[in-house]
């Protein structure tokens, strides 16, 4: 399952992994973003114990989504050793999100 990723938590969750990251950017009322929103569970659960995988409510955690210029939702952001990796911004289907993330591992 997608780890809840807050404002207060990035730095220890992301920044500090010594395991690739993907944050997906999201909001309850984005339509898309519900449509991503199993496709990053699939991932979560497939990439289980290789990298973590967790989700930015953007409307709860504004000063991360600022920090990252995250101006469109859905956005994924694959992070490694504290830096930004790769970006995906929209609906992508579940090889495409995997196929990133593995490049990483």
């Not at 404002?7 to 920044?15: A, I, K, N, R």
């Not at 984005?30 to 967790?54: N, Q």
């Not at 609906?91 to 999100?97: D, R």
Request: glycine share 6%; charged share 25%; aromatic share 6%.
């Amino acid at each position: 399952m997608a780890l809840e990723i807050t404002d207060s938590s990035f730095q220890d969750t992301v920044l500090k992994s010594d395991k690739p990251v993907l944050v997906d950017f999201w909001a309850v009322w984005c339509g898309p973003c519900r449509t991503l929103g199993p496709i990053i569970e699939e991932v979560a659960s497939d990439f289980e114990g290789k990298a973590i995988v967790g989700k930015v409510d953007v409307d709860n955690n504004q000063e991360i989504s600022m920090q990252y210029g995250i101006r469109n939702i859905p956005t994924v952001l694959i992070f490694k050793n504290g830096e930004v990796v790769d970006k995906l911004v929209g609906v992508a289907p579940k090889e495409v999100i995997a196929e990133k993330l593995s490049a990483h591992l």
